[in-house]
């Protein structure tokens, strides 16, 4: 990845000739650790990736902290980029939605990370998050009773141009848009990178208790497991044929967070972004003693990665997938390879793991 260093204000930087526009993106996650370092990659390169909106799922977090936590970053990132940089961002609706479901609920130990990252010295100095609510624009011809979901929806219905849509958190939002507005929500989507399935590989759902016959390692993967109906809906819809990247653990179990990547962020530790992606990712460098995954890796930020730079990954083309929506069976939320599937998803499979971690510490300089 190449990031320019230019002082020229944003506007600039859009029309020169030698810089190409910046892609509209529109980020949907679910407030964990990943997704919110992910929203950092994502501020952190505005010469690439142009944010028209964000919103929040209640899944992996309690979506008050995590809102907060992308309020506050996200006005961090913006004011500092403005003063330290001459770069102005644009400021864009951030969403809380109000879906739910009551079937695989996130363990209450991860959901509370947001609460944690709401601490982070880094997002709380006081010149760059200060009235940090006041910056955040509603989406137009919308108002106050209208569901972070619905507004998500018209950030497409409204747009003159198709977005690309990243989704880091399970397919919940996604799902009710294309259930409530059909073919006009999906005509304005340019393509969606999802971050969720296990492919060829074992997946990442552990369950333990006295209720649970066989503890142990499952089939699904935790995004795809908290709403695997939504997951179904979105993944194998006609609708969106041909738009589907999937970031599935074939991918993802190739960028680890290890204590040595977190630690590399030291060396930029006169930057925000590197205080708060380094601090972040320090929380979850435990998990490489064991439990729950039995290590930590950078899904989200990966999947993210891709919208800024899409040499990092090669893809299988076109791979039908389908995925399991039987609560009876241990299965559940699996998405597997499916011969007979009308359509295929593109699977990210070959992963330049050097080049991602490279554009993170690139990233982590930025303001």
Request: aromatic share 8%; hydrophobic share 40%; charged share 20%.
């Amino acid at each position: 990845m190449s990031r320019s260093n230019s002082k020229r204000p944003r506007s600039e930087e859009s029309t020169s000739a030698t810089q190409p526009r910046p892609v509209p993106v529109v980020l949907d996650h679910d407030g964990g650790v990943d997704d919110l370092v992910a929203l950092a990659l994502l501020l952190a390169n505005p010469s690439k990736v142009e944010l028209v909106g964000v919103i929040v799922l209640d899944a992996d977090c309690y979506v008050n902290d995590a809102y907060r936590v992308s309020g506050k970053l996200t006005s961090t990132v913006r004011r500092a980029a403005a003063a330290k940089r001459g770069v102005h961002i644009k400021p864009f609706p951030i969403l809380k939605s109000t879906l739910s479901h009551g079937g695989h609920p996130f363990p209450h130990e991860w959901r509370v990370d947001a609460k944690k990252m709401d601490d982070l010295p880094s997002l709380n100095v006081p010149k760059w998050t200060t009235g940090w609510e006041a910056d955040i624009p509603t989406v137009p011809n919308t108002d106050a009773n209208t569901p972070g979901e619905e507004a998500f929806a018209q950030l497409f219905l409204q747009s003159p141009e198709p977005i690309s849509l990243c989704v880091t958190g399970p397919l919940t939002n996604v799902a009710y848009c294309l259930k409530t507005h059909g073919a006009a929500f999906a005509d304005k989507v340019k393509e969606v990178v999802i971050m969720g399935g296990a492919v060829d590989v074992e997946g990442n759902v552990f369950l333990e208790g006295p209720d649970v016959k066989e503890p142990g390692m499952l089939a699904a993967e935790w995004n795809i497991y908290w709403d695997a109906v939504s997951a179904k809906a979105v993944i194998e819809s006609p609708l969106l044929k041909g738009k589907v990247r999937l970031f599935s653990l074939d991918a993802t179990n190739h960028v680890p967070v290890t204590s040595a990547v977190c630690q590399e962020f030291g060396k930029y530790n006169d930057s925000l972004i590197a205080q708060f992606i380094g601090s972040s990712w320090a929380m979850c460098t435990h998990l490489e003693l064991g439990g729950y995954g039995k290590g930590y890796y950078a899904w989200d930020v990966l999947t993210a990665a891709h919208v800024v730079d899409s040499g990092l990954v090669e893809f299988e083309p076109n791979v039908p997938i389908t995925v399991e929506i039987d609560p009876t069976k241990r299965s559940e939320g699996q998405t597997r390879r499916d011969l007979t599937g009308a359509h295929g998803v593109d699977v990210a499979m070959k992963i330049d793991a050097e080049r991602f971690y490279m554009m993170t510490y690139e990233a982590a300089q930025f303001v």
